[in-house]
């Protein structure tokens, strides 16, 4: 796997201290862009390398991966070693334990003065939640994320796409490119603080304007303009029992919608009376359901009702739109999501599929200045993994 693709972050080195969700998220999108991503994992396997062929895990792709057993003091110099001529680090421990196992950002900052040091974390690295476990439902739920998402009678999580993916990895890999370009300017690192709380927070930030605005009904799901409330905004059911997107929030696309499911010139309530909104949306439900999503399509798709098919994600990968753009890539045999964004001159890409645990160990340790000699001592005593 080449360290360098010519992407947008060519020639930057980061070494990330392997994790699960957020982290590996933030280090994929750095690969996928060009950085050289040293991925540190464990010398023995993990319970997550029993669940699947490590190709399958997606966000571990476009890396490199070299395992060390950093409950050695030896162990820890190597990743230090690796760190003393990187340009960032990523870590995903609660508070402390990055301290506790001697690759704190102080140690680091001490032997690396430009490093930029990004810790994921769920709670933040201060709080009296600080130092508690959590996952995505957790963190959403603080937010008040959570509560607004879903129907009437209960929320429902969206995946683990806002606290861990949205709130979490896009913001470290934000906040790694923002430090990098202020180290590049200042000659000094810092540490980058991503807390998921914060993230799906900001997540929100349009929502808590609408509730400041008295437009948004804080407290209740169901009966809001974004939340499936509006008859104009939310999925309908089709005759085959498939489901179909509407977002016809302007008027010129809402009177659009009116006059393709033949609504248009009848006597009919303003669009934003909320007081008919749940009587309306019963009455579009019949309309929908006298078709089959494929016939909707034909009607719908690509005007400006603002109109979508609800796809499976493996539809989604066939869908004439997501193939014109080139939008899924094959890896091993099954598609995932393409690098993204798009650069005209540096391009982006995706360097291969989830290297094996320590895969890369020698490639890694003789390229960045250890000896032979050394490569093959560290490895008799177990302090790397033997590939």
Same mark, same amino acid.
């Given at each position: 796997?080449? +360290?360098?693709? $010519?992407?947008?972050?060519?020639?930057?080195?980061?070494?990330?201290?392997?994790?699960?969700? /957020?982290?590996?998220?933030?280090?994929?999108?750095?690969?996928?862009?060009?950085?050289?991503?040293?991925?540190?994992?464990?010398?023995?396997?993990?319970?997550?390398?029993?669940?699947?062929?490590?190709?399958?895990?997606?966000?571990?792709?476009?890396?490199?991966?070299?395992?060390?057993?950093?409950?050695?003091?030896?162990?820890?110099?190597?990743?230090?070693?690796?760190?003393?001529?990187?340009?960032?680090?990523?870590?995903?421990?609660?508070?402390?334990?990055?301290?506790?196992? +001697?690759?704190? /950002?102080?140690?680091?900052?001490?032997?690396? /003065?430009?490093?930029?040091?990004?810790?994921?974390?769920?709670?933040?690295?201060?709080?009296?939640?600080?130092?508690?476990?959590?996952?995505?439902? &957790?963190?959403?739920?603080?937010? $008040?994320?959570?509560?607004?998402?879903?129907?009437?009678?209960?929320?429902?999580?969206?995946? &683990?796409?806002?606290?861990?993916?949205?709130?979490?990895?896009?913001?470290?890999?934000?906040?790694?490119?923002?430090?990098?370009?202020?180290?590049?300017?200042?000659?000094?690192?810092?540490?980058?603080?991503?807390?998921?709380?914060?993230?799906?927070?900001?997540?929100?930030?349009?929502?808590?304007?609408?509730?400041?605005?008295?437009?948004?009904?804080?407290?209740?799901?169901?009966?809001?303009?974004?939340?499936?409330?509006?008859?104009?905004?939310?999925?309908?059911?089709?005759?085959?029992?498939?489901?179909?997107?509407?977002?016809?929030?302007?008027?010129?696309?809402?009177?659009?919608?009116?006059?393709?499911?033949?609504?248009?010139?009848?006597?009919?309530?303003?669009? &934003?009376?909320?007081?008919?909104?749940?009587?309306?949306?019963?009455?579009?439900?019949?309309?929908?359901?006298?078709?089959?999503?494929?016939?909707?399509?034909?009607?719908?798709? $690509?005007?400006?009702?603002?109109?979508?098919?609800?796809?499976?994600?493996?539809?989604?990968?066939?869908?004439?739109?997501?193939?014109?753009? &080139?939008?899924?890539?094959?890896?091993?045999?099954? /598609?995932?999501?393409?690098?993204?964004?798009?650069?005209?001159?540096?391009?982006?890409?995706?360097?291969?599929?989830?290297?094996?645990?320590?895969?890369?160990?020698?490639?890694?340790?003789?390229?960045?200045?250890?000896?032979?000699?050394?490569?093959?001592?560290?490895?008799?005593?177990?302090?790397?993994?033997?590939?």
């Amino acid at each position: 796997m080449a +360290g360098n693709t $010519g992407g947008p972050l060519s020639g930057l080195t980061i070494v990330e201290l392997a994790g699960i969700g /957020p982290g590996p998220m933030c280090s994929m999108m750095l690969g996928d862009m060009g950085a050289d991503v040293i991925r540190i994992d464990r010398t023995k396997a993990h319970v997550m390398d029993r669940l699947a062929d490590p190709k399958f895990a997606v966000h571990n792709r476009s890396r490199r991966s070299v395992s060390v057993d950093l409950q050695k003091k030896e162990g820890v110099e190597v990743v230090m070693r690796l760190i003393d001529k990187a340009d960032g680090v990523t870590e995903p421990f609660r508070p402390g334990v990055a301290e506790r196992l +001697g690759l704190g /950002p102080d140690l680091c900052l001490a032997r690396n /003065p430009k490093l930029v040091y990004g810790r994921m974390t769920g709670w933040g690295q201060e709080g009296p939640l600080a130092k508690a476990a959590g996952h995505d439902i &957790n963190y959403i739920a603080l937010t $008040g994320a959570l509560h607004a998402i879903g129907g009437k009678d209960k929320p429902t999580p969206p995946l &683990n796409l806002v606290g861990d993916f949205g709130g979490g990895g896009m913001l470290l890999a934000f906040g790694m490119v923002c430090g990098l370009l202020e180290a590049q300017r200042s000659g000094k690192g810092q540490v980058v603080d991503a807390a998921m709380v914060d993230g799906a927070a900001l997540l929100l930030g349009g929502i808590y304007g609408l509730a400041g605005a008295g437009i948004w009904k804080d407290g209740e799901r169901g009966v809001n303009l974004l939340d499936g409330g509006a008859h104009f905004y939310g999925t309908y059911e089709t005759k085959d029992g498939k489901y179909v997107s509407i977002g016809s929030i302007e008027p010129q696309f809402y009177d659009l919608l009116m006059e393709k499911t033949g609504l248009k010139g009848q006597d009919l309530p303003a669009q &934003n009376d909320r007081n008919a909104w749940a009587q309306f949306k019963s009455r579009l439900d019949g309309i929908f359901k006298t078709r089959t999503r494929d016939e909707w399509c034909a009607i719908m798709e $690509g005007t400006d009702i603002c109109f979508a098919p609800v796809l499976t994600m493996k539809e989604a990968s066939q869908h004439p739109h997501a193939k014109a753009r &080139n939008a899924y890539v094959d890896i091993q045999g099954f /598609p995932q999501p393409a690098a993204a964004p798009r650069f005209s001159r540096t391009k982006e890409g995706v360097k291969g599929p989830a290297a094996k645990r320590g895969q890369h160990t020698d490639e890694v340790l003789l390229e960045r200045g250890f000896s032979s000699k050394e490569v093959g001592e560290l490895k008799a005593s177990g302090v790397i993994g033997a590939q």
